[in-house]
């Protein structure tokens, strides 16, 4: 079962940071904090994730909190390409386990 | 990251009629999973996947509606079986190739049943 709370729409001017926000409050120690999007039905694609530290790559940075109940994803400068419904999901790392998915935070970056 | 291929990438179907969809997988990969999407909603879970053994469904799903088969480690198929309109949306295959990536996804089987 989905673990998260994301706020279901945010808007963001492109060129602007876009900062989702996602509660995970009942977060186990071994569970990693993983991000997806979803553009316009395609299948998701992987973003990032994280256990404890901060994270960057190139698509973003992850923002975990010290006590690991909430995170942030930060797009730097969002594009119109950024459009799409993004998925925060907390589970065991690196293994095979289920993989649920909540509602998510529908983006949409405005020009 | 691994690479998935699904196919079809769309169908439309008769209803009572039944649909096998495929997943290939370009490296040998543990667990594949099924999901389903309907329309304006998020992803559902309907089964793992297991070489060599049934697979493991998730509630509400039952293998005689979604057989799944799972001959090797790079493939997998769902069937949607006796198909009604309530059966359209968008089925997805999933593998976790075991990497620092997370899961890797298909494209998308998009099934409308009319």
């Known amino acids: 079962d989905a673990k998260t709370t994301q706020p279901p729409s945010m808007d963001c001017a492109e060129g602007r940071a876009a900062n989702l926000p996602c509660n995970h409050s009942?977060?186990?120690?071994?569970?990693?904090v993983y991000w997806y999007r979803q553009i316009h039905s395609q299948g998701p694609q992987y973003i990032i994730h994280?256990?404890?530290n901060n994270e960057t790559n190139e698509m973003a940075s992850l923002i975990i909190t010290e006590d690991r109940k909430s995170s942030t994803l930060i797009l730097p400068h969002a594009t119109l390409r950024d459009t799409a419904v993004y998925y925060c999901?907390?589970?065991?790392?690196?293994?095979?386990?289920?993989?649920?998915f909540g509602t998510g935070t529908s983006l949409t970056v405005i020009p | 990251s691994a690479v998935i291929s699904q196919k079809p990438s769309r169908d439309i179907c008769q209803r009572g009629t039944s649909l096998t969809i495929q997943c290939q997988v370009d490296?040998?990969?543990?667990?594949m999973f099924w999901y389903r999407q309907q329309p304006g909603q998020s992803l559902t879970l309907i089964a793992t996947?297991?070489?060599?053994?049934?697979?493991?469904?998730e509630s509400g799903f039952v293998i005689d509606k979604f057989p799944i088969s799972r001959p090797n480690l790079t493939f997998s198929t769902l069937t949607v079986s006796n198909m009604s309109p309530e059966d359209s949306s968008i089925y997805l295959c999933?593998?976790?190739?075991?990497?620092?990536?997370?899961?890797?996804f298909g494209s998308g089987t998009r099934l409308t049943v009319v």
């Open positions: 999901i907390v589970r065991p790392g690196n293994t095979g386990n289920q993989f649920y």
């Open positions: 009942t977060i186990s120690g071994n569970e990693y």
């Open positions: 994280g256990l404890k």
């Open positions: 490296s040998q990969v543990t667990m």
């Open positions: 999933s593998a976790f190739p075991g990497d620092t990536y997370g899961y890797t």
């Open positions: 996947a297991n070489q060599g053994s049934e697979a493991t469904y």
